[in-house]
């Protein structure tokens, strides 16, 4: 039997590479789609796909209750809404920002009347409407528009609410991204110390990708830390055993001729720490020195 269930019509402003694969799901999933995208021409193929492609972005917010932006950053965002007329509307903005640009933005969208959700996407453009990519995104801010829009917001890609403060998103967002180049940083090392050598990198990386993983879940045992103030519990490796270690990544940085600048810093805040007193405690006193 034919689906009779009608999609809520989408209007998404931003049709870069996030921009069109966001668009390709909704149209995919019967969603009624308008679009506006700075350069038109970007616009074509969609059209073609069952878009309807507005004029002007004002035009493209009249058309319907709920607007997803997806622009560059937030200075395209303001040049784009701005004259556009928001009350009444949903707006939901997956452009990368910062924590205070998303706070900033739900304030001035709540001025002019219209309900705002900020959203962190964890995905890159191919994981889009491909669920088992394992993409998602963070939403914060209004409740009552996620709750009303929560299936057409699940159809590109996974959702995590993460509460009402409509910085939160982004804060995840950059938080696990923040991670991300931590371990980026530590492979780029990892790897130029073997660069000299007769070792293929090849070989090296599925080490290194089963390394990474099965160090990970030390973070759980760091939030538990955290959440009890005492960073002994659990200890495997203590503090003072790692900074009496740490000449010897030194050392073999500088006879593989491998800068330390990557490391460095991070043995500086450990040494640091053990220089407090703090020889038994697990690494997560760090993070105290880098809150200032
Ligand atoms: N692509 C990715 O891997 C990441 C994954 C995680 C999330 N990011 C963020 O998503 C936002 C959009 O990213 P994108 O990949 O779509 O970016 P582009 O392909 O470069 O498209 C940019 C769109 O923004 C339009 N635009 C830029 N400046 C302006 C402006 N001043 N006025 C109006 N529109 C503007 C641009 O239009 P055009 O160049 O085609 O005319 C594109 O539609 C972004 O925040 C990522 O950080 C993506």
């Given at each position: 039997?034919?689906?009779?269930v009608?999609?809520?019509?989408?209007?998404?402003?931003g049709?870069?590479?996030?921009?069109?694969?966001?668009?390709?799901?909704?149209?995919?999933?019967?969603h009624?789609?308008?679009?506006?995208?700075?350069?038109?021409?970007?616009?074509?193929?969609l059209?073609?796909?069952?878009a309807?492609?507005?004029?002007?972005?004002?035009?493209?917010?009249?058309?319907n209750?709920?607007?997803?932006?997806c622009?560059?950053?937030?200075?395209?965002?303001?040049?784009?809404?701005?004259?556009?007329?928001?009350?009444?509307?949903?707006?939901?903005?997956?452009?990368?920002?910062?924590?205070?640009?998303?706070?900033?933005?739900?304030?001035?969208?709540?001025?002019?009347?219209?309900?705002?959700?900020?959203?962190?996407?964890?995905?890159?453009?191919?994981?889009i409407?491909?669920?088992?990519?394992?993409?998602?995104?963070?939403?914060?801010?209004?409740?009552?528009?996620f709750?009303?829009?929560?299936?057409?917001?699940?159809?590109?890609?996974?959702t995590?609410y993460?509460?009402?403060?409509?910085?939160?998103?982004?804060?995840?967002?950059?938080a696990?991204?923040?991670a991300m180049?931590?371990?980026?940083?530590?492979?780029?090392?990892?790897?130029?110390?073997?660069?000299?050598?007769?070792?293929?990198?090849a070989?090296?990386?599925?080490?290194?990708?089963?390394?990474?993983?099965a160090?990970?879940?030390?973070?759980?045992?760091?939030?538990?830390?955290l959440?009890?103030g005492?960073?002994?519990?659990?200890?495997?490796?203590?503090?003072?055993?790692?900074?009496?270690?740490?000449?010897?990544?030194?050392?073999?940085?500088?006879q593989q001729?491998?800068?330390?600048?990557?490391?460095?810093?991070?043995?500086?805040?450990?040494?640091?720490r053990?220089?407090?007193?703090?020889?038994?405690e697990?690494l997560?006193?760090v993070?105290?020195?880098?809150?200032?």
């Amino acid at each position: 039997a034919p689906n009779t269930v009608e999609k809520t019509p989408v209007t998404l402003l931003g049709l870069g590479a996030m921009g069109t694969a966001l668009a390709r799901t909704w149209l995919a999933a019967g969603h009624p789609l308008t679009v506006w995208n700075r350069t038109s021409a970007r616009a074509t193929a969609l059209a073609a796909e069952g878009a309807r492609v507005a004029d002007t972005a004002a035009d493209a917010v009249a058309a319907n209750t709920l607007t997803v932006v997806c622009l560059l950053d937030d200075t395209s965002l303001e040049q784009v809404l701005a004259g556009t007329d928001l009350a009444g509307r949903d707006l939901v903005n997956l452009t990368t920002g910062t924590p205070a640009q998303a706070r900033a933005r739900a304030e001035w969208a709540r001025e002019r009347g219209a309900r705002y959700l900020d959203g962190g996407i964890m995905a890159v453009p191919p994981m889009i409407g491909v669920p088992e990519a394992g993409g998602y995104v963070f939403y914060s801010g209004s409740r009552e528009l996620f709750e009303a829009h929560r299936e057409t917001l699940a159809t590109p890609a996974g959702t995590t609410y993460v509460g009402e403060d409509a910085g939160h998103a982004a804060l995840h967002d950059v938080a696990l991204l923040s991670a991300m180049y931590g371990m980026f940083a530590g492979a780029a090392h990892a790897f130029a110390l073997i660069r000299k050598e007769d070792i293929d990198p090849a070989s090296l990386a599925p080490l290194l990708a089963d390394w990474l993983v099965a160090m990970a879940p030390s973070v759980h045992q760091t939030a538990d830390q955290l959440r009890s103030g005492d960073y002994t519990k659990g200890v495997v490796s203590s503090l003072a055993m790692q900074v009496a270690g740490a000449p010897t990544f030194l050392s073999t940085a500088e006879q593989q001729g491998v800068s330390p600048e990557l490391l460095s810093p991070y043995f500086e805040l450990m040494r640091r720490r053990l220089a407090e007193g703090s020889g038994e405690e697990d690494l997560t006193g760090v993070i105290d020195l880098l809150v200032r």
